[in-house]
T-cell receptor
Framework: DTAVSQTPKYLVTQMGNDKSIKCEQNLGHDTMYWYKQDSKKFLKIMFSYNNKELIINETVPNRFSPKSPDKAHLNLHINSLELGDSAVYFC???????????????FGSGTRLTVV | QKEVEQDPGPLSVPEGAIVSLNCTYSNSAFQYFMWYRQYSRKGPELLMYTYSSGNKEDGRFTAQVDKSSKYISLFIRDSQPSDSATYLCALVKAAGNKLTFGGGTRVLVKP
């Protein structure tokens, strides 16, 4: 199946731990993103990579570090987890078309992170 | 003030009614306009994507964009209980840029 897949789907961890979320897309898209959806369901961009290069880095604590080993993968590592990090994290990908338009913006199914 | 405003609802309609959703935005730099549907505990699913002002139809869904008023709409005809979900508008300024989301409108279609 062509898709954006994230692992794990659920992550429950204690405060202070370090955890990683992985994302892979097999759509051939050039750009990948991490979005955070808070308890009020508001989706906000965190990071964006284009062909392994960081192009968007919103105001996110340094404890969050994305890594893109290749254009099909974008991982998110979080150090020293805090209660406020509890949210659903979505990976997404997109592709610019030859005429400058866009298509894609396909989302994964999310990783529900709970920090206790 | 948020860049994209969307009424959170909930919007409750009887089955078969037309669902009308809208978003307003403040920045004329937005060029691409999308509507996503998100079921509970699922990822957003792209429904409609438009670039220019005007209407775009796809089955029971019609998206409208009025760039002069900075106003976008989504209409769902012949609504079904399976349309019950949160609908999010998302705007982009240029290819490869981030999506800026509205807060989402929760829709409930009652049988």
């Amino acid at each position: 199946d062509t898709a954006v897949s994230q692992t794990p789907k659920y992550l429950v961890t204690q405060m202070g731990n370090d955890k990683s979320i992985k994302c892979e897309q097999n759509l051939g898209h050039d750009t990948m993103y991490w979005y955070k959806q808070d308890s009020k369901k508001f989706l906000k961009i965190m990071f964006s990579y284009n062909n392994k290069e960081l192009i968007i880095n919103e105001t996110v604590p340094n404890r969050f570090s994305p890594k893109s080993p290749d254009k099909a993968h974008l991982n998110l590592h979080i150090n020293s987890l805090e209660l406020g990090d509890s949210a659903v994290y979505f990976c997404a990908s997109s592709q610019e078309s030859h005429n400058g338009g866009i298509y894609g913006y396909t989302f994964g199914s999310g990783t529900r992170l709970t920090v206790v | 003030q948020k860049e994209v405003e969307q009424d959170p609802g909930p919007l409750s309609v009887p089955e078969g009614a037309i669902v009308s959703l809208n978003c307003t935005y403040s920045n004329s730099a937005f060029q691409y306009f999308m509507w996503y549907r998100q079921y509970s505990r699922k990822g957003p699913e792209l429904l409609m994507y438009t670039y220019s002002s005007g209407n775009k139809e796809d089955g029971r869904f019609t998206a409208q964009v009025d760039k002069s008023s900075k106003y976008i709409s989504l209409f769902i005809r012949d609504s079904q209980p399976s349309d019950s979900a949160t609908y999010l508008c998302a705007l982009v300024k240029a290819a490869g840029n981030k999506l800026t989301f509205g807060g989402g409108t929760r829709v409930l279609v009652k049988p």
